[in-house]
């Protein structure tokens, strides 16, 4: 707490971290620094796919990432799409998200490889749906924004997102888009 008072320069993430840090500091906010990357040129328009996609990516695919939710929503509708993780993942997490799944899902999720962040961009805008699932707990997950939420942004697609306070601030400023 005497970092947050007396430091020169504090940065964070979002406006509602900052908000946080300065309550229990009783200091000044923090500078906000939204965890992003320079934009993107705006990738072409595209076809969608007749089997729209959902896309979560991270560099790992593990528990307490709001997949196990998801799954467990996503399951009880018969819509016609298709789950994408990109990311690492080991087998036995694979074996228990696809288990996990209603068996008229089981073949509909699809594991992406990493990509080179220069890539990535055009990987989220070949996707229809992007999905930004934080977790409220602990609580620096429900107030910072991810990147993942700004690179969907940044591709065009529209995001369904769980009501952080991080989130709740980047929809805010794009109502249509989540």
Request: proline letters at 9%.
């Amino acid at each position: 707490l005497e970092l947050l008072r007396h430091a020169v320069f504090c940065t964070t993430t979002s406006a509602s971290m900052a908000a946080a840090l300065q309550s229990v500091s009783n200091g000044p906010p923090p500078v906000v620094i939204t965890n992003s990357f320079p934009l993107q040129p705006c990738p072409a328009n595209r076809i969608p796919a007749q089997t729209p996609s959902l896309l979560w990516f991270s560099q790992t695919i593990g528990p307490g990432r709001g997949l196990e939710q998801f799954i467990d929503a996503w399951s009880s509708s018969h819509t016609k799409s298709r789950l994408c993780l990109l990311g690492n993942v080991d087998q036995a997490y694979r074996a228990h998200l696809v288990q996990r799944a209603a068996s008229h899902r089981r073949d509909a999720i699809e594991y992406l490889p990493i990509v080179p962040p220069w890539e990535l961009p055009a990987v989220i805008a070949r996707h229809d749906v992007g999905l930004a699932l934080e977790a409220v707990s602990p609580r620096s997950r429900d107030l910072t924004i991810t990147n993942k939420i700004l690179q969907y942004l940044n591709a065009g697609l529209p995001i369904i997102a769980t009501r952080t306070a991080g989130q709740s601030v980047v929809l805010s400023r794009a109502p249509d888009a989540g």
